[in-house]
């Protein structure tokens, strides 16, 4: 079973953290404030789970959650992910992240502008469109009715292999949207974009969603938007 090291210990970082744990996988979990700030995560978690520096979860992790204010991804050595598959659950926003100018201007994507600073990673997008609150409850069995589909992007077969097993395990299907440069998609406030797993926007309503109805969104999307 995989190591999933996690370099983010928000509300998806966390709750990723947990569904990992439940399904069987060891998690290494890190943050900006130290590992002796997630002793009541990992206590909570239980054993498969340690508290660990950045650069120790970027090195023990088989698979990679980059699950960080976008603003602060080139604050991370580049190298520090080579030959890794990552994940990257990044958003834009601007009012917290800065003005980045490869974006405003559509010249890359989020993901490609995290897998530019990783040169050396294998990066796939996921997570990104969901609220924390939605992914922890979704989830199902493999095979369940209303079990729930979640999207990907990215640019390397074997690594979006890697990150689709890692979904099913956790509980979800998995819809694959295309390279990196097409998950502008679901990028914030496309139609894609969180509200979609949700009633009205409202979190406290969650709703599945299938790979049809994700296409639909999908195609809704206008890059004129940020």
């Given at each position: 079973?995989?190591?999933?090291?996690?370099?983010?210990s928000?509300?998806?970082?966390?709750?990723?953290?947990?569904?990992?744990?439940?399904?069987?996988?060891?998690?290494?979990?890190?943050?900006?404030?130290?590992?002796?700030?997630?002793?009541?995560?990992?206590?909570?978690?239980?054993p498969?789970?340690?508290?660990?520096?950045?650069?120790?979860?970027?090195?023990?992790?088989?698979?990679?959650?980059?699950?960080?204010?976008?603003g602060?991804?080139p604050e991370?050595p580049?190298?520090?992910?080579?030959?890794?598959v990552?994940?990257?659950t990044?958003?834009?926003?601007?009012?917290?992240?800065?003005?980045?100018?490869v974006?405003?201007?559509?010249?890359?994507?989020?993901?490609?502008?995290?897998?530019?600073?990783?040169?050396?990673?294998?990066?796939?997008?996921?997570?990104?469109?969901?609220?924390a609150?939605?992914?922890?409850?979704?989830?199902?069995?493999a095979?369940?009715?209303?079990?729930?589909?979640?999207?990907i992007?990215?640019?390397?077969?074997?690594?979006?292999?890697?990150?689709?097993?890692?979904?099913?395990?956790?509980?979800?299907?998995?819809?694959?949207?295309?390279?990196?440069?097409?998950?502008?998609?679901?990028?914030r406030?496309?139609?894609?974009?969180?509200?979609?797993y949700?009633?009205?926007?409202?979190?406290a309503?969650?709703?599945?969603?299938?790979?049809?109805?994700?296409?639909?969104?999908?195609?809704?999307?206008?890059?004129?938007?940020?």
């Amino acid at each position: 079973m995989s190591i999933i090291g996690i370099i983010g210990s928000g509300n998806i970082g966390s709750v990723l953290a947990r569904l990992a744990v439940d399904a069987g996988y060891d998690v290494v979990i890190a943050n900006s404030r130290g590992p002796e700030s997630l002793a009541g995560l990992v206590e909570e978690l239980g054993p498969r789970a340690r508290a660990a520096t950045t650069a120790e979860a970027a090195a023990a992790g088989d698979l990679v959650v980059v699950t960080i204010p976008l603003g602060r991804v080139p604050e991370l050595p580049a190298q520090s992910l080579d030959g890794k598959v990552v994940i990257d659950t990044c958003n834009y926003y601007p009012e917290r992240d800065g003005d980045i100018a490869v974006l405003d201007s559509h010249e890359l994507t989020t993901s490609e502008f995290v897998q530019r600073h990783f040169a050396g990673a294998r990066v796939v997008k996921a997570f990104n469109n969901i609220f924390a609150q939605n992914l922890g409850e979704l989830q199902r069995p493999a095979g369940a009715p209303d079990r729930a589909t979640l999207t990907i992007a990215g640019d390397d077969e074997a690594a979006e292999r890697v990150v689709t097993e890692f979904i099913e395990a956790i509980g979800y299907d998995v819809f694959d949207t295309g390279p990196l440069a097409e998950s502008w998609r679901f990028q914030r406030d496309q139609p894609a974009y969180a509200g979609v797993y949700t009633e009205s926007g409202d979190p406290a309503e969650p709703r599945r969603r299938t790979p049809d109805e994700l296409r639909a969104r999908l195609d809704q999307a206008d890059r004129s938007i940020r």
